[in-house]
């Protein structure tokens, strides 16, 4: 079973980037297992914090991300661009310097949007830092979800089957990429 820690680059409660989040574990296949890395508590990146005993929300961070097998990103698109938490996040998790708890692992990238591109802009511009970070993010599918406040029902379920089956196929390509890659020590 691979670990998928699950990024939710929105921070609002009722984000759709969470309603997909919550709808993934009923669509993957069974070899996935999903938790939360959680982005909404860390501190703004200063390296001016990075003692001996950097705040505690990064260590815990650093920490869920290197337990991770993989890193799945759900991000929203703000001003063609990803939320300042999610870069925020991306920062925290590449420090300090040589010690990055992103290196080497595997990585996708949903992008969505209420409007017609899906968070596109939003999920190449994630692609870039990604690559900067050393997560060798999946070239394909992509997934950039448009119209993405039509997609659930009044409960937060995923309720449209053309995009349901699209998640199923694109978790499953998801599973095969994460098994081109070595598990992290000790699991």
Do not use: C
Not at 18 to 39: G, K, Q, V, Y
Not at 100 to 128: E, F, N
Request: proline fraction near 9%; hydrophobic fraction near 45%; glycine fraction near 10%.
């Amino acid at each position: 079973m691979a670990k998928v820690g699950l990024i939710v680059g929105s921070l609002r409660t009722g984000a759709f980037t969470r309603l997909m989040a919550r709808a993934l574990p009923e669509l993957a296949p069974s070899s996935l297992e999903f938790f939360t890395l959680e982005i909404g508590d860390l501190p703004f990146y200063n390296e001016d914090l990075e003692t001996g005993s950097p705040p505690a929300p990064w260590t815990r961070f650093r920490h869920q991300v290197r337990s991770a097998d993989g890193i799945l990103f759900i991000t929203p698109e703000y001003n063609r661009s990803i939320p300042g938490v999610l870069k925020n996040a991306l920062d925290v998790g590449s420090r300090p310097w040589g010690q990055s708890a992103w290196d080497g692992k595997p990585a996708a990238v949903i992008g969505q949007s209420p409007g017609a591109l899906g968070g596109m802009a939003a999920a190449h511009h994630l692609r870039q830092v990604l690559l900067a970070v050393n997560l060798a993010a999946m070239p394909h599918p992509e997934a950039y979800i448009p119209a993405v406040a039509t997609l659930f029902d009044d409960s937060g379920r995923l309720q449209n089957a053309p995009t349901r089956e699209f998640m199923t196929g694109f978790l499953q390509a998801f599973a095969t990429w994460l098994e081109r890659f070595p598990r992290p020590s000790g699991q």
